[in-house]
């Protein structure tokens, strides 16, 4: 027996911004239902392939997704492939429903909350690839315990197979400096590519759209998954 929410957890910032228009409203309560993940009941684990139709080969997941558009281009990208998002602002939600509708993809699944509380059920090694787009920089030193590298490394590394792609962008330069050094630090990952500007095979985001406008840079990190060592 499932759950369709986890338990009680902290989310940092909004659950919801402005006020929903009826189309959208009306997403949140038919099609989210559909697409909704629902977490199992420990010590049960979840295969992400489980989610999908049979055709599915491989799994994504993209850690916050905002409002959704580079998660609805992945998956109009590549049909064969199953794409978790995970987003707690209802907002952005709905964007997605939205996207998704209208380029008619079947293949994403949402979980409407803190994506450390999937991880920490997911299936070992069961995910093919990860993204952390423009994320919250959380810029104050005191804030920094707030930010998913900081946090959730450990899971991620766990539930990425061996070679995955994780793919890391954002516009603030402090934070882009704490990234690749907790990055560095961690056995589990080797920095595969460093960008300053989005490399092709890279969808485009609106955060990445409006940091260019303001004048400001972007870097854009590639990391592969080390292999664990066979015994």
């Known amino acids: 027996m499932g759950r369709a929410g ?3 957890g902290r989310v940092y910032g909004r659950r919801r911004g402005r006020r929903l228009g009826s189309k959208k409203a009306e997403l949140l309560g038919s099609d989210f239902r559909k697409l909704s993940i629902l977490l199992p ?13 049979p055709h599915i080969r491989s799994v994504c997941l993209e850690i916050g ?6 998660l609805a281009a992945q998956a109009a990208a590549h049909p064969d492939m199953g794409y ?3 987003e707690p602002f209802l907002n952005g939600v ?5 996207l998704l509708k209208e380029g008619e993809q079947r ?3 949402i979980f409407s909350d803190d994506a450390r509380l999937l991880l920490q059920v997911l299936s070992e090694a069961s995910l093919a690839g990860a993204f952390l787009l423009f994320p919250d920089p959380w810029p104050k030193r005191r804030h920094e315990r707030r930010r998913f590298l900081g946090q959730a490394l450990d899971l991620l590394a766990k539930s990425l197979t061996d070679d995955a792609e994780f793919r890391i962008a954002t516009d603030h330069p402090a934070l882009g400096t704490w990234m690749e050094e907790v990055m560095a630090a961690s056995p589990d990952f080797m920095l595969v590519d460093r960008a300053a500007s989005r490399p092709e095979a890279w969808q485009p985001t609106r955060y990445e759209a409006k940091a260019l406008a303001a004048g400001r840079r972007p870097v854009y990190l590639s990391y592969r998954r080390v292999r664990r060592p066979t015994t």
Do not use: Q, T, Y
């Open 107 to 109: 293949n994403v699944r």
């Open 41 to 53: 009941d420990p010590p049960e684990r979840l295969d992400p392939l489980s989610l999908f139709d």
């Open 84 to 86: 978790i998002g995970c």
């Open 6 to 8: 986890p338990p009680a």
């Open 94 to 98: 709905s964007n997605l429903l939205a």
């Open 65 to 70: 997704f905002g409002g959704g558009e580079h």
